[in-house]
């Protein structure tokens, strides 16, 4: 085993670290010097790189200058072939511009010229290679040009076998634009060719302009081969380019003459200026730098080799010296290693290990020696500790287990939801936890083992609640038999405590007390709950009913009469939906506290549920002292409710019975008061009524009516009738409304305002109103394709679950396009749950099914339901409509109903149009379509036919069918 800082290693480290020093001071002189060497080459390397790139620049800018003047010489020959053609010559002696334009237009793409003009003799302009040229324009702006004299001069000493011809470069400011391009720049080309007759005269001549394009694809193809940029600078700036990036020759306005190394890394020469411009050929300086990085990348090679050898010669010298240095560390340390290892050896607690060097008579063999003597004491000590480390081993075992007991008991104890006391044979407390103390508000020290249970007793500061002590089961024991005892305490804190005594076999026993403070008060709430409502805290029902049969039963022992008034709220659902249940709430609360502040203690104010209460009074009864209870309370309930930040009006209607029979029971008694309540509301509300025994007989005419009507749904007794509605532009029919009809095999046709409440507060309507849809749209689906059908809902249909499934299957049965159902809802029916209503029309809707608000203008929300919901259709209220003959009033109601329909994109109707005056009125004012008596009343299935047949002879046939 090898430690790195044991003396041999010391010795060896000193050793390589000494010969390393001196191996890398020769390596970093050798590396200075090649570096230096280098650092010289590269800079002769810039100089003649710098030269050859300059040499090549220079003859680029000689071939694109060459390209260039080749350029120019081959448009002057272009368009001196295209002067010397027989049609050109045609096209100038004919003066035709339409001619002259076909013939030059293809010419000047050929020549590869932005536009030609032709001049005559005198050097005005008559034609032009483009329809759209301006010719007098051009003239003009010719006149005014200096080189027009050249051009004359050019015609005037011409002659066949002399042709002066004119090419030119000259700047934008002495050639105008006179011939615009999408190409123009700063210079541009000007080439003029005479034109001679068959005589040799000259009768014109073609003038041609080429803008210098700002990237000549001469100078482009060029680029691309040879690898460079190419710059023509005219005026101090670059006029076109090829191959060049932006911004490398910005701010040089001098003459370019030599080269310049500019800001954007690169070469530049440019040559001699051609006729008006200079070129110059660019280069990035990377190309500059190519060679001479490759040429030192090579030197630096070559020294990176020479440098590797050295290291590893100078490196393979370093670990022979690290080996002779270690052999020779080794020779020393080696006895000591092994007197080390034996002492490790000892610690580790083996003491039989052999330890070398014994027999030296050196200062080792002494080492040796000490260390074995050693060996054997440390043996003995450790016996010794082994022996002594078991028992106490035993010991604290036992200890551990004895207090992790006690910790368990003192947790179970202390942690109890109970309070705990156990008691020996005389009566005297052996422990007790926490919870006790806490329980009794005992301090810390006041209760201590060894007390009795009277001193405890004594610290109770509590009363027993009397009634309450129980007896629990008697157990047979040597000692006689135990008795559970259970007792109740309620202390100052109004807290109350259960103490049970559990009798022990030896004698003692076990007192535990709980507090059973919130089971008591939930018991006793539940007590209260079961006997009273729980928003207003009056009796309820049950309580009602059990003190009218104590009140009867006490009556028929010893006399006397009592009174009960039922009452219930007017308006109060118009409240509850519009203004939310919390105030519907609240004013049921402030209602309660009103009527118990009315009555006296001899009177019983109960709620019953919902918006109905009702007071059983014991005062004396007779007729007048029960009016005036009857008019104050109705009186007070008028009085406005503050309700958070409303202030809400309502009113209430009595019925009221006498206990006057003995043979009546509290149902009976309760009964008789409803009805007299239901006789109340009947007469106008806001006012009370006594029972009469004729009440019953409207009580059992209704159960028979709505017998009679279960028996009609069960019988198929009801049916549809259809009333027509017309389209005001034309008085065609376009649709029916459907309307229930009941004909009673007894009592004949039963009027819709007898049956229709009564299957509304009983729910036969969800049944009816699901056939008559059925049954509306399998009639209509048979009628031609331009009729509608309307179908009146119930707020009890919508209500429903399921609503959405029943309308898709009647349309789904009946194959009616849903385009041609109209379903009608009034705001009564957006009042009860408007959110989840609004949600059902929305998905009819999206069926294609129409949606229209029936009886608009009779309720106070109609205005927000228009603005929540985008009802098709709007049905002014008949009691509008027919009031218009008598009040302007009427008529201002009706054209703003129409006119806020407009604005909504929405149709209007207007119901129970009667005469000839109301549709004359309905008509000046826009509305839309009429429904009423003046055009039919509800008729059969047939009548219908019938009516359809005449307004649509072609589908009478098919109707009929």
């Given amino acids: 085993m090898f430690r790195h800082n044991s003396i041999l290693w010391h010795y060896t480290y000193g050793a390589v670290f000494t010969a390393l020093l001196a191996f890398a001071g020769l390596i970093t002189v050798v590396a200075y010097q090649m570096e230096h060497g280098l650092r010289e080459q590269e800079a002769k390397l810039a100089q003649l790189s710098e030269k050859a790139l300059l040499e090549t620049l220079a003859a680029d800018v000689d071939l694109a200058a060459a390209r260039l003047n080749f350029q120019f010489g081959d448009h002057l020959r272009r368009i001196e072939a295209l002067s010397l053609r027989t049609d050109t010559q045609t096209a100038l002696e004919s003066r035709n511009v339409v001619a002259m334009s076909e013939l030059l237009g293809p010419a000047a793409k050929t020549a590869d010229v932005d536009s030609i003009l032709v001049l005559d003799n005198r050097g005005h302009v008559i034609g032009a290679s483009s329809y759209e040229a301006d010719l007098v324009a051009i003239g003009t702006t010719l006149g005014n040009l200096s080189f027009m004299k050249d051009v004359m001069l050019s015609m005037e000493e011409s002659f066949p076998g002399e042709k002066q011809t004119f090419s030119r470069l000259l700047p934008v400011a002495q050639t105008s634009a006179f011939a615009p391009s999408e190409h123009q720049n700063a210079m541009s080309e000007v080439i003029f060719v005479p034109v001679f007759d068959d005589f040799g005269d000259v009768i014109g001549g073609l003038l041609a302009q080429r803008w210098f394009r700002k990237k000549e694809q001469i100078l482009v193809d060029l680029a691309k081969i040879n690898g460079f940029e190419i710059a023509v600078?005219?005026?101090?700036?670059?006029?076109?380019?090829?191959?060049?990036?932006?911004?490398?020759?910005?701010?040089?306005?001098?003459?370019?003459?030599?080269?310049?190394?500019?800001?954007?890394?690169?070469?530049?020469?440019?040559?001699?200026?051609?006729?008006?411009?200079e070129l110059c050929a660019l280069k990035p300086t990377k190309y500059l730098?190519?060679?001479?990085?490759?040429?030192?990348?090579?030197?630096?090679?070559?020294?990176?080799?020479?440098?590797?050898?050295?290291?590893?010669i100078g490196f393979s010298a370093l670990?022979?010296?690290?080996?002779?240095?270690?052999?020779?560390?080794?020779?020393?340390?080696?006895?000591?290693?092994?007197?080390?290892?034996?002492?490790?050896?000892?610690?580790?607690?083996?003491?039989?290990?052999?330890?070398?060097?014994?027999?030296?008579?050196?200062?080792?063999?002494?080492?040796?020696?000490?260390?074995?003597?050693?060996?054997?004491?440390?043996?003995?000590?450790?016996?010794?500790?082994?022996?002594?480390?078991?028992?106490?081993?035993?010991?604290?075992?036992?200890?551990?287990?004895?207090?992790?007991?006690?910790?368990?008991?003192?947790?179970?104890?202390?942690?109890?939801?109970?309070?705990?006391?156990?008691?020996?044979?005389?009566?005297?407390?052996?422990?007790?936890?926490?919870?006790?103390?806490?329980?009794?508000?005992?301090?810390?020290?006041?209760?201590?083992?060894?007390?009795?249970?009277?001193?405890?007793?004594?610290?109770?500061?509590?009363?027993?609640?009397?009634?309450?002590?129980?007896?629990?089961?008697?157990?047979?024991?040597?000692?006689?038999?135990?008795?559970?005892?259970?007792?109740?305490?309620?202390?100052?804190?109004?807290?109350?405590?259960?103490?049970?005594?559990?009798?022990?076999?030896?004698?003692?026993?076990?007192?535990?007390?709980?507090?059973?403070?919130?089971?008591?008060?939930?018991?006793?709430?539940?007590?209260?709950?079961?006997?009273?409502?729980?928003?207003?805290?009056?009796?309820?029902?049950?309580?009602?009913?059990?003190?009218m049969e104590a009140l009867l039963s006490r009556r028929r022992k010893k006399g006397g009469e009592f009174a009960i008034l039922c009452l219930d709220l007017d308006e109060f659902k118009v409240v509850n939906d519009s203004l939310g249940h919390p105030v519907g709430d609240e004013l049921l609360r402030q209602v309660g506290i009103r009527l118990t502040e009315i009555t006296e203690n001899d009177e019983l104010v109960v709620r019953l549920g919902g918006d109905e209460f009702a007071v059983v009074t014991e005062l004396p009864v007779d007729r007048?002292?029960?009016?005036?209870?009857?008019?104050?309370?109705?009186?007070?309930?008028?009085?406005?409710?503050?309700?958070?930040?409303?202030?809400?009006?309502?009113?209430?209607?009595?019925?009221?019975a006498f206990a006057?029979?003995?043979?009546?029971?509290?149902?009976?008694?309760?009964?008789?008061?409803?009805?007299?309540?239901?006789?109340?509301?009947?007469?106008?509300?806001?006012?009370?009524?006594?029972?009469?025994?004729?009440?019953?007989?409207?009580?059992?005419?209704?159960?028979?009516?709505?017998?009679?009507?279960?028996?009609?749904?069960?019988?198929?007794?009801?049916?549809?009738?259809?009333?027509?509605?017309?389209?005001?532009?034309?008085?065609?029919?376009?649709?029916?409304?459907?309307?229930?009809?009941?004909?009673?095999?007894?009592?004949?046709m039963v009027s819709p305002a007898d049956f229709i409440p009564l299957a509304e507060e009983t729910g036969l309507i969800v049944p009816i109103g699901a056939w008559v849809l059925r049954e509306a749209c399998m009639q209509a689906a048979k009628w031609p394709s331009d009729i509608r059908v309307a179908v009146n809902l119930s707020p009890r249909q919508l209500?429903?679950?399921?609503?959405?499934?029943?309308?898709?299957?009647?349309?789904?049965?009946?194959?009616?396009?849903?385009?041609?159902?109209?379903?009608?809802?009034?705001?009564?029916?957006?009042?009860?749950?408007?959110?989840?209503?609004?949600?059902?029309?929305?998905?009819?809707?999206?069926?294609?099914?129409?949606?229209?608000?029936?009886?608009?203008?009779?309720?106070?929300?109609?205005?927000?339901?228009?603005?929540?919901?985008?009802?098709?259709?709007?049905?002014?209220?008949?009691?509008?409509?027919?009031?218009?003959?008598?009040?302007?009033?009427?008529?201002?109601?009706?054209?703003?109903?129409?006119?806020?329909?407009?604005?909504?994109?929405?149709?209007?109707?207007?119901?129970?149009?009667?005469?000839?005056?109301?549709?004359?009125?309905?008509?000046?004012?826009?509305?839309?379509?009429?429904?009423?008596?003046?055009?039919?009343?509800?008729?059969?299935?047939?009548?219908t036919l019938e009516l359809i047949g005449e307004h649509f002879p072609e589908s009478h046939h098919a109707v009929s069918a």
């Avoid at 019953?696 to 019988?715: F, G, M, P």
Wanted: aromatic share 6%; net charge negative; hydrophobic share 40%.
């Fill in 799 to 943: 209500k429903v679950a399921g609503f959405g499934a029943e309308l898709v299957g009647a349309l789904a049965s009946s194959g009616l396009n849903p385009r041609r159902l109209e379903l009608e809802v009034t705001e009564g029916v957006l009042l009860q749950d408007s959110e989840e209503v609004l949600s059902i029309l929305r998905q009819a809707k999206s069926l294609g099914v129409r949606v229209s608000m029936d009886d608009f203008g009779t309720g106070y929300s109609s205005l927000s339901y228009l603005r929540s919901f985008p009802f098709d259709k709007i049905k002014i209220d008949q009691t509008f409509v027919r009031s218009m003959g008598d009040s302007e009033e009427a008529v201002a109601i009706v054209r703003t109903v129409i006119e806020l329909a407009k604005s909504l994109k929405m149709t209007t109707t207007a119901e129970g149009v009667e005469t000839r005056e109301m549709l004359d009125i309905l008509k000046e004012i826009g509305c839309t379509d009429v429904q009423g008596f003046y055009f039919g009343r509800p008729m059969p299935l047939a009548n």
């Fill in 660 to 748: 006057e029979n003995d043979d009546l029971v509290a149902d009976d008694l309760f009964k008789q008061a409803d009805l007299a309540l239901y006789k109340a509301k009947d007469d106008g509300r806001k006012t009370h009524r006594y029972f009469e025994p004729h009440m019953s007989e409207a009580v059992s005419e209704r159960q028979a009516l709505l017998n009679a009507l279960r028996d009609a749904i069960a019988h198929n007794q009801l049916e549809l009738h259809y009333q027509p509605q017309f389209e005001m532009e034309n008085f065609q029919v376009c649709g029916f409304e459907a309307l229930l009809r009941w004909h009673h095999p007894e009592r004949g």
């Fill in 319 to 547: 670990l022979a010296f690290a080996a002779v240095a270690y052999l020779l560390a080794r020779q020393v340390t080696r006895p000591l290693t092994n007197i080390t290892r034996a002492l490790s050896g000892i610690a580790g607690g083996d003491f039989e290990g052999d330890v070398a060097g014994t027999g030296r008579h050196d200062e080792v063999g002494d080492i040796a020696r000490s260390v074995v003597l050693l060996q054997r004491s440390v043996k003995e000590r450790d016996a010794l500790r082994v022996r002594v480390h078991e028992k106490n081993r035993t010991l604290k075992a036992q200890e551990t287990k004895l207090r992790d007991q006690n910790m368990l008991f003192d947790a179970a104890l202390n942690n109890m939801s109970h309070g705990l006391c156990m008691f020996d044979a005389t009566g005297k407390l052996i422990v007790s936890n926490r919870r006790y103390g806490e329980l009794f508000g005992h301090k810390d020290d006041q209760v201590q083992p060894g007390m009795t249970a009277s001193q405890l007793e004594a610290l109770q500061d509590g009363t027993e609640i009397s009634g309450h002590e129980l007896q629990g089961e008697r157990h047979s024991t040597d000692n006689g038999d135990l008795l559970v005892s259970t007792s109740m305490l309620k202390l100052p804190s109004d807290r109350i405590v259960l103490k049970t005594n559990q009798p022990l076999v030896d004698g003692g026993w076990i007192e535990i007390s709980e507090d059973i403070t919130e089971r008591q008060e939930a018991r006793d709430r539940l007590a209260f709950l079961a006997r009273h409502d729980p928003l207003t805290h009056l009796p309820n029902r049950v309580e009602f009913l059990e003190h």
């Fill in 624 to 656: 007048q002292s029960v009016d005036e209870l009857a008019r104050c309370i109705i009186s007070q309930l008028s009085q406005p409710f503050q309700l958070a930040d409303h202030q809400v009006t309502v009113g209430t209607s009595i019925g009221i």
């Fill in 289 to 312: 730098t190519e060679t001479q990085n490759q040429l030192t990348e090579i030197g630096r090679e070559e020294g990176g080799k020479l440098l590797k050898w050295l290291i590893f």
């Fill in 233 to 277: 600078v005219f005026d101090g700036r670059v006029i076109s380019s090829a191959g060049m990036t932006s911004g490398v020759l910005d701010g040089r306005t001098a003459s370019l003459s030599g080269y310049i190394k500019s800001s954007g890394g690169h070469i530049v020469k440019c040559g001699r200026p051609i006729q008006m411009f």
